[in-house]
């Protein structure tokens, strides 16, 4: 069964850093691209990071380019999010999701279960 569980979030301050992790189990990890998923107070979700299958390819939505990096590390099947520079428009609850493997379809087939991330002063 596949499963994704998120760590790293809690409460910083504007302009802090944190760093979120996603263990991943239950799949080829290796053969699959991940993605960063966000959803804001009041917001539908939106679209955060994408990081193919090797970890050589990545994009960024707008809002989070120059400030966000994703990685990931296949022998320890896990995905990380840098976040840097944080605002307070940053807060929201991260997911982490799993490509269903169908290049260029973007079908997010698996999800963790969420991480609050909380930027206030």
Do not use: H
Not at 46 to 65: C, P
């Amino acid at each position: 069964q596949v499963q994704l569980v998120e760590s790293g979030g809690g409460l910083v301050q504007p302009g802090g850093s944190l760093r979120l992790s996603c263990t991943a189990s239950g799949f080829t990890f290796s053969r699959y691209s991940m993605y960063w998923v966000r959803q804001a107070p009041g917001k539908g979700l939106e679209w955060v990071s994408y990081i193919n299958n090797a970890g050589v390819l990545t994009y960024y939505a707008d809002s989070v380019k120059g400030r966000f990096t994703i990685s990931r590390d296949n022998a320890e099947n896990m995905v990380y999010l840098q976040i840097n520079s944080l605002k307070s428009e940053d807060t929201a609850v991260y997911y982490c999701a799993k490509d269903g493997g169908v290049y260029g379809t973007a079908d997010l087939t698996d999800w963790g279960q969420g991480i609050q991330v909380t930027v206030s002063s």
